[in-house]
């Protein structure tokens, strides 16, 4: 599991900008860093507030704009991030083309690079797209179908990991416990053991799972209450 860096604005001495530029850590950078956070708010990447502060929130934002614009994640305001996430070529994060190999019809795609899925219909709409979390480690890319494994029920509403978590709207798909699930929440209070704004990043490991937001897996619960293929990209 990988862990936030923390990027302090005040003990870093500068902070990569433009076309490489160094911008001093005062004022300057804390307007670079306002600029930033307005920019990927914009292109639906969730920075959270603009304050100038680049927090947890803000590298996640950053990630994301870096998974969705073939960009290291590091969630570093860098000068070629910068400058990509400043200029009229960027991506937006929330709203990205469904990858070429993927094939054809009614499936759900999981990029593993990405850190992202679409839900597509036979038509080959996307139904809804959005951040996941998963560990490639577990889950090899290749083509599944959603239903009951190893002797386990297709869908389990409220299904648990064995101990204080639920793992709930769970979609089975993969031997032989892997399948999506709103992100795991606490049983004693129902908090998630993550905010939401992680999803689509690689901040997070699942125990090979996907993990989305609690609307997502609403949608893929209905949507793959029939055998659904799941295509697996890296």
Same mark, same amino acid.
């Given at each position: ?24 850590? #005062? ?23 603009? @304050?100038? /502060? ?14 969705a614009n073939a960009l290291g994640q590091t ?18 994060? #929330? ?25 597509? #219909? ?42 204080r978590l639920y793992l709930n709207n769970f ?14 929440? #606490?049983?004693?209070?129902?908090? /998630?053991?993550?905010? @939401? ?10 125990h090979g799972c996907i993990r989305v937001s ?21």
């Open positions: 599991m990988r862990i936030l860096p923390k990027l302090s604005l005040v003990t870093a001495s500068v902070l990569a900008v433009g076309l490489g530029a160094a911008v001093p850590a #005062d004022a300057g950078t804390v307007a670079q860093v306002k600029g930033a956070q307005a920019r990927l708010n914009a292109l639906g990447c969730t920075s959270g507030p603009v @304050d100038g /502060q680049a927090g947890a929130m803000t590298q996640a934002a950053t990630a994301r704009f870096q998974s969630g570093l305001l860098s000068g070629t991030t910068y400058t990509r996430l400043m200029g009229s070529s960027a991506k937006r994060c #929330d709203v990205r083309a469904v990858p070429g190999r993927s094939g054809s019809g009614r499936r759900i795609v999981i990029s593993q690079t990405q850190n992202w899925l679409w839900v597509i #219909d036979a038509q080959g709409k996307v139904v809804r797209q959005g951040g996941m979390i998963d560990n490639p480690q577990y889950l090899k890319p290749g083509s599944y179908l959603s239903g009951a494994r190893c002797g386990r029920a297709a869908r389990i509403r409220q299904n648990t990991d064995g101990a979609v089975r798909f993969a031997p032989c416990g892997v399948g999506f699930h709103q992100i795991p929440t #606490d049983k004693t209070n129902g908090a /998630q053991i993550h905010p @939401d704004w992680l999803l689509g990043t690689n901040y997070r490991a699942s609690a609307s997502m897996s609403a949608t893929i619960w209905t949507f793959a209450a029939a055998p659904t293929r799941v295509i697996v990209l890296r």
